[in-house]
């Protein structure tokens, strides 16, 4: 693979979109590729936390690929939204923690890939926007969907109409970055969070990510019962177990995962 590269390293697994010239633009081989990397790192069961982010000094991903873009017709336009939002949704839904290390500009499809991670980490140099309607389309890639989930109807339309591009500081006062971190740092600021989380039940964790993703999409009551057979589930574990013995005994928790 040559637009997406990943790394393992001791339980995490580094992916970093990898088109430096075009600022990381997502062209459709690369989002079939981050496809096919997410497919194989979704099966193995020692990766338990994903860090997603760009080559180079200057962006995360810059959008979709516009010179690839602009000679689609319609039903071509559609067929690469649903692409990316496949390929966007098994990030969402995939049982690893997905963080993004926002490394520079994070713009339209790269605003909307950092929103498909679980969290979102950004350097001090990190830019944040929607500015498809500069360009005369609209975000395709669940933009208009995951960002008002985010940041509120209001803001969110407020970054789509105008295509104000937002910093760091902005975006984490907004709730789209969770942290804002020196440039210098962002990956090893990163890479603590990912080991923090891991130090936790991580099947807990696992089941806490679906249940606030998948609770988010339902009626409240339904919402309320999922919940509840998620936390049932985890005294069938090991985990379970080990946490509340532990507490008890005033020791640290050893979780197994299961
Ligand atoms: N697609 C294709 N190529 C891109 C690109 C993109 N989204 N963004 C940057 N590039 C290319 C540039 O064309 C340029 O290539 P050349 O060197 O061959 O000319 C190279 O990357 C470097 O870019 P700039 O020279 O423009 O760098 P800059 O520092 O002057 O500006 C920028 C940086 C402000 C990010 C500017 O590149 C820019 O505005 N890019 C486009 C951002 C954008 O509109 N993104 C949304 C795309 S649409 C979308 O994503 C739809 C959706 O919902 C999925």
Same mark, same amino acid.
């Given at each position: 693979m040559e637009n997406v590269l990943f790394e393992e390293k001791d339980g995490v697994m580094f992916v970093t979109i990898n088109r430096p010239k075009a600022l990381n633009a997502l062209n459709s081989a690369t989002i079939e590729e981050l496809g096919e990397v997410i497919d194989g790192i979704e =099966?193995? =069961?020692?990766?338990k936390v994903v860090i997603v982010t760009g080559s180079g000094? =200057? &962006?995360f991903v810059a959008g979709a690929d516009i010179a690839e873009m602009h000679v689609l017709n319609a039903m071509q336009g559609r067929e690469l939204a649903r692409k990316a939002q496949k390929v966007f949704s098994k990030i969402e839904h995939m049982p690893q923690v997905v963080i993004a290390a926002v490394n520079g500009y994070a713009l339209g499809g790269g605003c909307e890939l950092s929103m498909a991670c679980d969290l979102r980490v950004a350097s001090e140099k990190a830019k944040f926007g929607q500015p498809e309607v500069n360009l005369?389309?609209?975000?395709?890639? &669940?933009g208009t969907q995951r960002l008002p989930r985010l940041v509120g109807k209001g803001i969110a339309k407020e970054l789509i109409f105008t295509t104000d591009m937002i910093d760091a500081k902005r975006a984490y006062e907004i709730g789209l970055a969770n942290k804002v971190v020196k440039h210098e740092e962002l990956m090893i600021e990163t890479e603590k969070i990912a080991r923090k989380i891991m130090s936790k039940g991580m099947f807990g964790v696992s089941l806490a990510k679906a249940a606030v993703n998948d609770g988010m999409n339902m009626d409240t009551e339904s919402a309320y019962k999922y919940e509840a057979d998620m936390f049932g589930l985890c005294f069938s574990t090991e985990d379970q177990k080990e946490g509340m013995e532990a507490f008890l005994n005033k020791r640290k928790a050893s979780f197994k995962n299961f």
């Open positions: =099966k193995r =069961k020692d990766i000094e =200057k &962006a005369g389309i609209l975000p395709g890639f &669940a």
